[in-house]
C-alpha cells in the first residue's frame, strides 16, 4: 500500500500492522484494508467505536491507496461516493455526518414489523418533541434512548412495559431516578425531567 500511494502521490499517512488487515487512523475513524481469501480482492472498511461507515471491496490496489487517502483528507461523502463507486456507505453515515442520526432510526422502529410489540411505546415517546431528538434502540424488549447515537454508554433511559398502565424506566450514565415505576398518563413527563437532570 505505501508503495502503491507513493506511485500515485497520494498520502495515506502512517499504515500498520504490518499483517492483514492492515490499519490507517484518520480523524474520520479507522481504515482498514484485508484480503480476501479466495481471490484477489481488497475488503475495505472504515469504523469508528459502534458505528462502520463505509464497506467496499475492489482488485485494484491503486483505487484502494485513492480512497484511503480521499477519505483521509475529508473528501465529502457525496463526492466520495460518486468518485469511489466501489465504496458502499451506511445509510446512517449521512445523518450521522449532519449530526442528526435521530429522525431516520424513528423511522425504521416505527415501521418495522420486528418491533409491533413496542410500536405503542416509540409512537408515544416520539410525539414529545424533546423525546424525538434522542437516538432510540429497542434491545429484548427495552426502549433505549440515547443521548449519544454512537456511545452505547452514554447517558440513556430505558423504558420497559410492565403493565397495561405502567412503564419501568431505568437510567444509564449517572443520571438519577433509576429504577421508577411510572403510570403511562406521567411517563413522558418523568422522561423530559431526567433529560433535564446533568
Known amino acids: 500500500m505505501a508503495e502503491t500511494a507513493g506511485r500515485r502521490g497520494c498520502d495515506v499517512g502512517p499504515i500498520g500492522p504490518v499483517s492483514a488487515p492492515v490499519r490507517v487512523e484518520t480523524d474520520r475513524g479507522v481504515v482498514s484494508v484485508g484480503l ?3 481471490e484477489r480482492l481488497f475488503l475495505i472498511g472504515v469504523h469508528t467505536p459502534g458505528f462502520t461507515w ?3 471491496s475492489t482488485d485494484d490496489l491503486g483505487l484502494v491507496v485513492e480512497a484511503v487517502a ?3 483528507d475529508g473528501l ?15 445509510e446512517f453515515a449521512r445523518p450521522l455526518a449532519a449530526g442528526d442520526p435521530a429522525p431516520l432510526q424513528w423511522s425504521r422502529l416505527l415501521s418495522s414489523d420486528f418491533h409491533a410489540d413496542q410500536r405503542t411505546l416509540l409512537t408515544r415517546l416520539h410525539e414529545d418533541e424533546r423525546l424525538r431528538l434522542l437516538f432510540p434502540t429497542v434491545t429484548h424488549g427495552v426502549v433505549r434512548l440515547r443521548v449519544d447515537p454512537l456511545d452505547g454508554g452514554s447517558r440513556q433511559f430505558l423504558v420497559r412495559e410492565v403493565a ?8 444509564v450514565g449517572g443520571i438519577k431516578g433509576a429504577g421508577a415505576t411510572v403510570p403511562t398518563a406521567d411517563l413522558v413527563a418523568h422522561l423530559r425531567n431526567l433529560q433535564g437532570e446533568r
Open 164 to 171: 397495561p398502565d405502567r412503564y419501568q424506566v431505568d437510567t
Open 54 to 56: 463505509v464497506t467496499g
Open 76 to 90: 465529502p461523502l457525496d463526492d466520495f461516493e460518486a468518485k469511489y463507486p466501489f465504496m458502499e456507505l451506511d
Open 36 to 38: 480476501a481469501a479466495e
Open 70 to 72: 480521499a477519505w483521509r
